[in-house]
């Protein structure tokens, strides 16, 4: 096999950064993310730049904003000939392979011309909708299904380690993409493997301070829901176990994170696609070569931040394309998580500092609109003394000045990245 590393990204739908212990969580349901974060490159401060699932994902295969793609709410495809991860690998000399939900296509099952790039290909478009817990049907390249036995998170797993155990020349570089801990559309329930829900909610542990304050539907979800994380963790440990075997560990990255959060519908009417932490910010390590210090990486990291990670650490030159910037190179800027935000509103974020700060475009239909020429002001939250956004500050007026600025700041995010620049008018 090649002296280059391998790639794998372990991909997660819908989990909140709080699901692990390294993070608090004290349901001690994550053994194997905890043991990798350790030895190799927790980041403990990221954040997706889009929350839901199919912007999210451009983003991550393109390194662009789904305003620049054009991808800026669910069920927009990728437009032909934009550049993904595969084409950046495969033209580098990896095999390069997608496993599980893509999201960024018209229709099941995926056609060639928008699978991405990929050479090896066994997945869904929309996930939710082609399986259930127990029934897991993805497709491959040719557009043949596959009914896989086992739970989901199990039978993703499964046929990745057959892939990474096939015999080959080249370095991989893998997509794995599971669906959980998203919930089940059809059912709108978090379907846990069979026991776990039910031993999770006879352990005496408090839900995270903005559930058990608000409520939304927290005592019905979250242990199905921390069931399976904890199937995911099982599943990570065994995809771990697998490279060990095939003694691949030391020369594969493996990067860890989720494409948006889970607020149980406390913030909106479902569960994403909201400015706050509980929807934006996720779990995410990397572990292999050129990240197995041991120390944490502190600096906030965007969503857009991980692909031209990814190609930096595999010696690969970063498009200028992109607009995210690699972690393993020196901070360009000021320390910032710019966030766009669609189907729920025609929204834009800014995390700066000690400041959440949220405007949205309320004469916009967020399914029609990628953007708008004028926000108002919704949201500012001061993370240091109110890290769990209880005490929305957006009408104070001492805090007038600290919105002026964060407007200004959040309009030149919104040009660096191909916006026009609008108009934010104060909150009245």
């Known amino acids: 096999m090649s ?17 692990v212990g390294v993070h608090g969580n004290a349901l001690d349901v994550t053994p194997n993310f905890d043991r990798l974060a350790k030895a190799g490159c927790f ?19 393109t390194g662009r904003y789904p305003t620049a793609t054009g991808c800026y709410r669910n069920d927009i495809p990728l437009p032909e000939g934009e550049q993904t991860l595969a084409h950046h690998f495969s033209n580098h000399g990896y095999d390069t392979a997608y496993i599980g939900k893509w999201h960024l296509a018209e229709g099941e099952p995926v056609t060639k011309p928008q699978q991405g790039g990929y050479k090896y290909w ?40 057959r892939y990474m155990a096939e015999p080959r020349d080249d370095p991989f570089f893998l997509f794995l993409s599971f669906l959980e ?116 990486l502190t600096r906030n990291c965007s969503l857009a931040d991980l692909p031209p990670t990814l190609l930096d650490a595999a010696g690969i030159e970063v498009p200028q394309s992109m607009q995210g910037h690699s972690l393993l190179q020196p901070m360009e800027g000021s ?15 800014l995390r700066h500092g000690q400041w959440k700060y949220c405007v949205s475009a309320a004469h916009r239909d967020p399914f029609d609109h990628a953007g708008s020429d004028m926000y108002r002001e919704t949201h500012l939250y001061d993370l240091e003394s109110d890290p769990w956004e209880l005490e929305n500050l957006v009408s104070s007026d001492s ?30």
Not at 336 to 349: L, N
Not at 411 to 422: D, F, K, N, T, W
Request: proline letters at 8%; hydrophobic letters at 35%.
């Open 3 to 19: 002296s280059k590393p391998n790639v794998l990204v372990f991909f997660t739908d819908q989990q909140r950064w709080d699901t």
């Open 335 to 349: 320390d910032d998580i710019f966030i766009q935000i669609s189907e729920s509103q025609v929204g834009r974020a």
């Open 181 to 296: 801990p998203h919930h089940q559309n059809q059912h709108d329930n978090y379907p846990a493997p069979v026991g776990y829900e039910e031993r999770l909610a006879a352990r005496a542990v408090s839900y995270p301070p903005d559930l058990d304050t608000l409520g939304g539907t927290t005592k019905d979800h979250y242990h199905g829901y921390m069931g399976m994380v904890a199937r995911l963790d099982e599943a990570l440990g065994r995809v771990v176990d697998a490279l060990i075997s095939l003694d691949q560990l030391d020369n594969t990255i493996i990067l860890f994170t989720s494409d948006h959060g889970c607020h149980f519908k406390t913030r909106n009417n479902e569960y994403k696609r909201s400015c706050h932490e509980a929807s934006i910010r996720v779990p995410t390590l990397f572990h292999g070569p050129g990240f197995n210090s041991g120390m944490p």
């Open 43 to 61: 980041v403990p401060n990221s954040f997706t730049a889009q929350p839901v699932c199919g912007p999210a994902r451009s983003i991550f295969q």
């Open 399 to 428: 805090h007038k000045d600290i919105r002026t600025s964060l407007a200004e700041r959040l309009i030149a995010r919104m040009v660096e990245v191909g916006e026009l620049p609008p108009r934010i008018e104060p909150h009245t």
């Open 122 to 161: 066994l997945a869904s478009n929309i996930l939710e909708f082609t399986s259930w817990p127990y029934k897991t049907r993805l497709f491959d390249g040719d557009g043949h299904p596959h009914d896989l036995p086992g739970y989901r998170v199990d039978a993703l797993a499964d046929a990745a380690i």
